[in-house]
Structure formats: C-alpha cells, structure tokens
C-alpha cells in the first residue's frame, strides 16, 4: 500500500553536552520517513533548496523511500535550524530558524500521494495539514503533528483539522495547551471528543501514552543510558507508530492495533536519540527493532496476582 | 510478621488550585503507614508534640497500625508544614517548616520494632537512618527514601546508608544528583554498584522506574483527569511497594516481587493524589486497590506480535 508524509526537510546544526553538529540533515518529514520506512513504502512531500546535496538523497531515500514528490525550488534555500541543548537536554534554546523555501510551502500531491492509504500532516500550518488530508479522501488513516505555534496563533484552524483526522500525536503540555486543561489525561478525553478516534501524549524520555474511545495504553520510554541528541524523537515516535498502522492495511485501526502502534513508535523513539540526528535510524537494521520491541515488552508487561489485603 | 517505618509525622497546611487546608495530618512515616496497613501489620516511630489531637491518633492507627512507638514529646509541638502548588501543580512553594519536636528526633525502637521484618526508612537525616538501620540487624528487607537536603548536605554520610540498604527508593532528579549522572537510567545503575539490589526512580505523574541486577521494569502512572493534592504521594507510593514485600515473609525479594511492589506502590499513589492529604487513602477500601491493579494491568501489557519490517 503506500504511507504519504508532508512535513519539513531540513538541515540542521545542533549542539549538546555530548557533541556539534554544523549542518546534518533534519525536517519532520525526513525523521518520521526513516522510522516508518522500516513498515512501508514512503511518500515524501516538503520543500527542498538548490543547496540539498546528492548524499541527503541517498538518506531520504534509505529502505525504498519515494521522494519524486519533494519539491525542487530553484533559486532557494533549504530550511535550516541551529539550536542547543542545555541541563541534561532537559531544556532546548533555538539560535537560528531560517524557514527559506518552507516560508511559502504549499503542499503539491501528484495522484499517487493522493491515493496514499495512510497520511502523516507533520508539523506545519493547519491550513495547509487541512488542504493537504481534503485531497488524501480516501486515506484509511490520517494522523497528525501540531506545535505551541499554532496552537497560540492559528488554534481555530488546528481545531478545524484536528475535527478531520484520526489520530493527534503531540507533548502532554501541547495537549494541555490546546484543550485549555491543566491535566494532559483531561486534556486528551478533551481532544477525543472533537472527533478524532485516538490521541496520543508524548512525554519525551518518560514515554507515551495512548487515548482512545476503548481506553487507555502507556508505555514508558526505552532506558537508554546515553541520549545524545533528541532531535527528531517525536518525528521517529510518530514514523513508527504510523508506520506500523501502514504495514497492516488489511485491519481495523482498533485500539489493540494502535497499542502495537505505540509500541513500534517507542522504539523508533529510542533509537533516534542515539545518536546525531538521522545517523542512527539511516544505518539500523530491522533485527534491532523487533528485538528493542520484545525488550520493551519484557520491561513493562506484567503478571497480575492479587494480594490479599487487609481492610 | 511486621513493618517498621521511621519518620516524620506531621500537620500540613496546603494550598492547590482545587482548594485549601489549614492543618491537616500529613508527614512520610503517616502516608507510608496508611498505604503500607493494607498488607501488614505496621509500627510507626516518630516523633509529635502536645498539639497531636485525637483524631489524628485515630487516622494513623488505620488498619491497626501500631503506634505505641511514636514519641510524645511533652511541652512539644508537632512538625508543621506549610506549601502552595502552582503551575498546574508542577511546582511547590514551601511557606513554613517548623521542625519543632521533629529537629531534635532521635528515634528509639523497642524490642518489637527492631524485630522487623521489612524496614523503611524515610526521608530523614541519612545518620540517624543508619542507626536505625543498624538495630534492626534481623529485617529481611530495608528501604529507604532520602532528599536534595541530604544529598548535598551530608552526602557522605548518606551513600554509607545507601550502602547497607536493599532498596533506594527516590525521584528521578535526586538520583541524578545523587550520583552525579545526567540521566537517571545511568545514575540508578550506578547507585546499584554501592550495595543495594534495587533503585527506584520515582517520576512524579509519568510513573516510575525499577531497576535491579536482574533487569528493568517501568510503569507509567494511573491516569487521573484530576489530581487534588500530590502532598504525601511519594510515601504513599513507598507505602504500597515496601507493604507488598512485607505481605510475603517467606518470599524472596527478587525482580518479580519487586515488580509486583512497583505495582502495588503506583496504585496506592494514585489513591493519595485524589484528595487532600490522607483523606483518600484514609477511608480507601482494599477492592479498590485490587481493582486499581487491575486496571494497570490492563493499561500497560501488551502482547509482543512482530511485524515483518523492510530493510
């Protein structure tokens, strides 16, 4: 089937306790690719500049990804984002955002993205996310990103496209932002009954918890002694959950396989902050995803037995 | 068999955006006894003045807990503190701490006490902890809490303690702090190279962490929509885990028993936080934290089913 993604491809410089980077390659669209790609045939859709090098080709391209639908702006600049990680990467201070050729993105679907059977509206304008899921009308899944950006200057045109998507992926204090709650658990069953079916809360090294009209899943983040760049983690989380909706094409998007999502998601996550930002997923191996996932499941799984309490 | 706790008992006033107490009971070794009287039998030694009402004797001895070892210090007023949440209740403001009684605590155990089983020390100065650490040579298990106070005020002093305990038992800052590691995965690992064969990483509304030589187990927090007052939530936690341990003498402490003590620590927190200080867990019955685990059971497990990536 085909999994159709819209979001930035960017480059980026980062700095953290553990090592700089001048200019590697970045965007949403690209971390959420590599992740899913290991599910699915991806369809890449953002803006590129004249300065985008043959070898970040290659890198969007790992594991079969389609990048006809990338845009080639003659004349202009890749976007480009500088920021640093301070306290332990616990906070985030961003230098430089020179949007470039995302300035006047405007989403460009040829027929085959159109057809796609599931769809992730990376972060970018909710108008734009709203014009692209109209053209994708037969996608069997729609998920999306969103950012405090748009939440404090374009929160009626979010709300508007969030009304017409299956799943919202954002950080407990988004969500809390968003549906003007002081509590992320509040905030999601908020959010649920505005019409998506599923909302996730991404709470960074903590982990993620899931939200649907069947109930509620939480997984705790892969405990990873050395995290060392956390660029692109939530981008990684959303290609492997989204992903593993893409490879079942068959199935209902139930709430078990939305668990299973989580899960796939978690462990894209994990590998992600390995290492500097698309350095670890461009090179991993499938094997090493399903045997993080079994870790995952043997760390967090379980037996119930009933003690006998007092009263 | 029995459950010895050592610590502070105390009246607080609190201030959260759901409401306001003027003095209520509160203090570590009272919300560990509540939480932990669900599985054994518990004796609580600390410390209170000619202000303790009646009342506050009745709610400690909830469940039979023991309290012929608190110390009533004549002409002594109880430890009071006084504290305001703000910020969705993600920051707390201390107002007041009058030690009183409390500063010159210097715990004696009778016969009974020392006999314990399973001991838990909480948040108290790390040399009296030892002390008492040391008369209950015979404790199957021992526990023990601490604090930033400690950590960088009488470090040394604390780590001998850490030594001769089987379980740590702190937030995920402090044990970064503690051993001096930017990342709590790395900071327990660390602290269980000094002696322990357990830390837990306590992560406030995200759950908590477990690890052990044997591996690592994670559970994500109950979700509640709303939390009242997050005072005591840490000892109540601390109450469920060490409780669960001392509700089978005549089991091993092993990985899987301390999993089931994470469980039962995660369900007694959530009980805490939904109202003012020991109201909840005061008046709690025990279906209810059975049906709690239940619920977290169902909440986190998942079965591991692969999917065939793409490589």
Redesign the interface.
Known sequence: MSLTVVGSIAYDAVST?FGVRERMLGGAATHFALAA????EVRVIGPVGDDFAPESWDVLRT??TLTDDVERVVGGKTFFWKGEYHD??NSRETHVTDLNVFETFEPKLSEAARACDVLFLANIQPDLQRAVREQCGAARFVAMDSMDLWINIARESLVKTIEQVDCVILNDEEL?LLAER??F??AA?EILTWGPTAVVAK?GK??A?LFTRE???????Y?????VDPTGAGDSFAGGFVG?IA??PDQTVDHAAL??AM??GTALASFNVEAFGTERIAEL??AA??GR??EL???????????????
Not at 37 to 40: C, G, R, T
């Open positions: 306790p790609s290991f599910f699915d594991r079969g332990n990467l809390e002081p509590n658990v509040s069953r709470q903590y982990g918890a109930g509620y899943f939480a997984l705790p983040a405990p990873l002694e050395h995290v593993s490879a079942h668990v299973r899960v796939y191996e499938s995803v399903t996932v079994a499941q043997q760390m967090t799984t379980f037996e119930h037995r009933p003690i006998a309490l007092r009263d």
